[in-house]
């Protein structure tokens, strides 16, 4: 037993000891260098361990320069390729749809008796919008028509009185000059009568008889100036047919004007009924039943289907953008459209040139500014048949321009 127990005592010494062993018996390869003087073993052992492991090190410190590198030249291709893809095109954001917006407003005075028209709703042309009460506008219509009929009966005795006068004045005229003519022959009478009675014996005749022949003498001179007068008078043919035709056109006049005041009071009345103009929305509707509306009264608008793009480009980028180059256009409300149109036309000025006060470069210190010109786009494609867009909407026109 003692035998076992010395023999267990020593295999256990052995087994403490053979991981010593084994360590101090480690194979040297033959790339490792020399133990350097001066140095334990052990920390010589320590140190190119870690000469290895430093040495393993480094080749993954190489890695994040190389990627850098790669991901820079990406950037410089992607940019070039961004360039080239890109440097025929001109867009801005300064951009937004536009169309006819048609204020509606109406012509006459009065309440609204009917409105046939609501929020955003679509009319079309000829549809009857809203109505004004007429009665008012009936009786003057009513008014105007018998002015009209008084105005014509007029005109129809006065060109009666025209043709009476082209007959009557030549006959006053004969009429006036034979008159003058039997006075002139009963001057005659009347002179030899009174010749007589005062050449004759004093007691050959009596004094009644010499004063009648003086009574028939003076009576027979009264009658031929009398006579003659009338002859001046009627020998004014042409004078008196002048004034009557100047009665006819005078009221010949008066019909025309007659019928125009009918005319202004049926159209009066025809603006009671306001119909729409075009084809549009109904937007800003301001008027209810019952409303009395004033002349020029805006009522609302009637936004026409037809839009298009206005955009204004820098000065800058002016240079090669032509009318009828393709333009793609992106609305920020509708993402999903992919519109497609041209260049319809640039306006002849900045927008700073047609604002309500325009700048005065001539006075005080000048500072340049980049001006902005608006360039009319048409939409040609991307709108459904009946699809249209609201006005005022931002949108991003790309021009793809073709270098001068």
Same mark, same amino acid.
């Given at each position: 037993?003692?035998?076992?127990?010395?023999?267990?005592?020593?295999?256990?010494?052995?087994?403490?000891?053979?991981?010593?062993?084994?360590?101090?018996?480690?194979?040297?390869?033959?790339?490792?260098?020399?133990?350097?003087?001066?140095?334990?073993?052990?920390?010589?052992?320590?140190?190119?361990?870690?000469?290895?492991?430093?040495?393993?090190?480094?080749?993954?410190?190489?890695?994040?320069?190389?990627?850098?590198?790669?991901?820079?030249?990406?950037?410089?291709?992607?940019?070039?390729?961004?360039?080239?893809?890109?440097?025929?095109?001109?867009?801005?954001?300064?951009?937004?749809?536009?169309?006819?917006?048609?204020?509606?407003?109406?012509?006459?005075?009065?309440?609204?008796?009917?409105?046939?028209?609501?929020?955003?709703?679509?009319?079309?042309?000829?549809?009857?919008?809203?109505?004004?009460?007429?009665?008012?506008?009936?009786?003057?219509? /009513? &008014? @105007?028509? =018998?002015?009209?009929?008084? *105005?014509? +009966?007029?005109? $129809?005795? #006065?060109?009666?009185?025209?043709?009476? %006068?082209?007959?009557?004045?030549?006959?006053?005229?004969?009429?006036?000059?034979?008159?003058?003519?039997?006075?002139?022959?009963?001057?005659?009478?009347?002179?030899?009568?009174?010749?007589?009675?005062?050449?004759?014996?004093?007691?050959?005749?009596?004094?009644?008889?010499? /004063? &009648? @022949?003086? =009574?028939?003498?003076?009576? *027979?001179? +009264?009658?031929? $100036?009398? #006579?003659?007068?009338?002859?001046?008078? %009627?020998?004014?043919?042409?004078?008196?047919?002048?004034?009557?035709?100047?009665?006819?056109?005078?009221?010949?006049?008066?019909?025309?004007?007659?019928?125009?005041?009918?005319?202004?009071?049926?159209?009066?009345?025809?603006?009671?009924?306001?119909?729409?103009?075009?084809?549009?929305?109904?937007?800003?509707?301001?008027?209810?039943?019952?409303?009395?509306?004033?002349?020029?009264?805006?009522?609302?608008?009637?936004?026409?289907?037809?839009?298009?793009?206005?955009?204004?480009?820098?000065?800058?980028?002016?240079?090669?953008?032509?009318?009828?180059?393709?333009?793609?256009?992106?609305?920020?409300?509708?993402?999903?459209?992919?519109?497609?149109?041209?260049?319809?036309?640039?306006?002849?000025?900045?927008?700073?040139?047609?604002?309500?006060?325009?700048?005065?470069?001539?006075?005080?210190?000048?500072?340049?500014?980049?001006?902005?010109?608006?360039?009319?786009?048409?939409?040609?494609?991307?709108?459904?048949?009946?699809?249209?867009?609201?006005?005022?909407?931002?949108?991003?026109?790309?021009?793809?321009?073709?270098?001068?």
């Amino acid at each position: 037993m003692a035998g076992d127990t010395v023999g267990n005592a020593d295999q256990a010494d052995r087994q403490e000891a053979a991981p010593h062993d084994r360590r101090d018996r480690q194979p040297v390869r033959a790339d490792q260098p020399e133990p350097r003087p001066g140095k334990p073993a052990n920390q010589q052992d320590r140190s190119d361990h870690d000469d290895d492991r430093n040495g393993e090190q480094k080749p993954k410190r190489r890695w994040p320069l190389i990627i850098l590198a790669i991901v820079v030249v990406a950037v410089v291709i992607l940019a070039v390729v961004y360039w080239l893809m890109t440097r025929n095109e001109e867009t801005t954001d300064d951009a937004y749809t536009e169309g006819n917006a048609t204020a509606f407003a109406p012509k006459v005075a009065g309440y609204v008796t009917q409105l046939n028209v609501d929020d955003n709703m679509f009319v079309h042309k000829g549809d009857l919008l809203l109505r004004i009460d007429p009665r008012d506008y009936i009786a003057t219509r /009513d &008014q @105007a028509r =018998a002015a009209l009929g008084l *105005a014509r +009966a007029q005109l $129809s005795s #006065a060109q009666v009185d025209l043709e009476v %006068a082209r007959v009557r004045a030549p006959a006053n005229q004969a009429q006036a000059q034979a008159q003058l003519q039997q006075a002139k022959a009963n001057q005659v009478q009347a002179e030899r009568d009174y010749k007589r009675q005062h050449s004759v014996d004093p007691r050959a005749t009596t004094q009644t008889s010499i /004063d &009648q @022949a003086n =009574a028939q003498m003076l009576s *027979a001179n +009264a009658a031929v $100036s009398n #006579a003659d007068a009338q002859v001046k008078i %009627a020998s004014l043919v042409q004078q008196t047919i002048q004034a009557v035709e100047d009665t006819v056109k005078q009221r010949d006049a008066q019909v025309r004007q007659a019928e125009a005041n009918l005319e202004q009071a049926e159209v009066n009345l025809s603006y009671t009924n306001l119909t729409a103009p075009t084809d549009g929305t109904i937007t800003r509707r301001n008027v209810d039943l019952g409303t009395f509306l004033q002349p020029g009264q805006q009522v609302f608008y009637i936004v026409q289907p037809e839009v298009w793009v206005t955009a204004n480009f820098k000065e800058t980028q002016l240079a090669d953008i032509h009318p009828g180059e393709p333009v793609s256009i992106s609305v920020d409300a509708y993402p999903s459209l992919n519109l497609r149109g041209h260049v319809d036309s640039i306006q002849q000025g900045s927008g700073a040139r047609f604002s309500a006060f325009p700048a005065e470069n001539a006075t005080g210190n000048f500072v340049k500014i980049v001006r902005r010109v608006p360039v009319k786009i048409i939409i040609d494609h991307g709108l459904a048949p009946r699809q249209t867009l609201p006005l005022g909407l931002s949108v991003e026109p790309t021009v793809t321009v073709t270098p001068q």
